[in-house]
Nanobody, 115 residues
Framework: QVQVVESGGGLVQPGGSLRLSCAAS????????MGWYRQAPGKQRELVAS???????YYAEFVRGRFTISRDNPKNTGYLQMDRLNPEDTAVYYC?????????WGQGTQVTVSS
């Protein structure tokens, strides 16, 4: 199965930026649909952004214009560039790789936005 590892989270002040990485093993990445999700304490996991092999990326309304999803297929790595962060963005961020009926998840990376 595919191994997925997120990194790049940390503590940042409001208005700051972070760049999350999603490293996936195997050749499945280049043929997969990739999504970034987040889950705050006491809340459900929610979709932040997603992209397929071809097509226009999807962004949740609450991050549109601030976050950018991208992928580097030769490196089997996806990214989530997060700009103008606010405290409401505080959550554990997860990378999801979808291939057919299979979904692969990483362990998540903590993003904390606080002054």
């Amino acid at each position: 199965q595919v191994q997925v590892v997120e990194s790049g989270g940390g503590l940042v002040q409001p208005g700051g930026s972070l760049r999350l990485s999603c490293a996936a093993s195997g050749s499945i990445f280049s043929r997969s649909h990739m999504g970034w999700y987040r889950q705050a304490p006491g809340k459900q996991r929610e979709l932040v952004a997603s992209t397929g092999v071809i097509g226009t990326p999807y962004y949740a309304e609450f991050v549109r214009g601030r976050f950018t999803i991208s992928r580097d297929n030769p490196k089997n790595t996806g990214y989530l560039q997060m700009d103008r962060l606010n405290p409401e963005d505080t959550a554990v961020y997860y990378c999801n790789i979808q291939m057919g009926a299979n979904n692969y998840w990483g362990q998540g990376t903590q993003v904390t936005v606080s002054s």
